[in-house]
């Protein structure tokens, strides 16, 4: 019996990673929908929210692109679910009134949506003062160049629709 080479121990580090990652993403999914449970939205209505919140004010149709809604009726709906419950607001586009901008309301969204990240936020505070500033930079490296490949998979995926 011959012991792992380097080559076997590095594929069986990537298919494990590789298995990691789609863990991780599943249990984000999972997690942002017992946050959106938490605070009364369902998960749709909370990725709208989540996209305003990290994307800033847009029209409606810009947030239904960016969603992967319909136009019309499918995000005025979320729209109206969320700014019934407090999240957003609708204001005219200074530049063109014939718009409408929407856009967070942040004492909503700090008091809620803030609230309900707040033992996360600290457990995964804990986990990452745990490594060096080196392998922090390299995780969020990686984290960045994922979430780019993740946005230009998406699009691709959405744009054969």
Do not use: W, Y
């Not at 909370?46 to 800033?56: A, I, M, Q, T, Y």
């Not at 500033?133 to 979430?147: A, H, K, P």
Request: charged share 25%; hydrophobic share 40%.
């Amino acid at each position: 019996m011959r012991p792992d080479s380097e080559e076997d121990r590095s594929l069986g580090t990537l298919m494990s990673l590789a298995t990691a990652l789609r863990v991780q993403a599943a249990r984000t999914v999972l997690f942002q929908a017992a946050v959106a449970q938490s605070i009364g939205l369902n998960a749709t209505d909370f990725n709208c929210l989540s996209l305003l919140d990290l994307e800033g004010p847009m029209t409606p149709g810009r947030l239904a692109e960016r969603a992967g809604l319909s136009r019309g009726g499918a995000i005025t709906t979320v729209v109206d679910r969320l700014q019934k419950a407090g999240f957003v607001r609708r204001r005219p586009d200074a530049g063109d009134r014939r718009r409408v901008i929407v856009e967070t309301v942040p004492e909503a969204f700090a008091e809620r949506v803030d609230t309900a990240f707040a033992d996360f936020r600290a457990a995964l505070g804990k986990l990452l003062s745990e490594l060096t500033t080196e392998q922090r930079e390299l995780l969020l490296d990686v984290t960045n160049r994922s979430n780019e490949i993740f946005h230009t998979e998406t699009v691709r995926l959405q744009s054969r629709t």
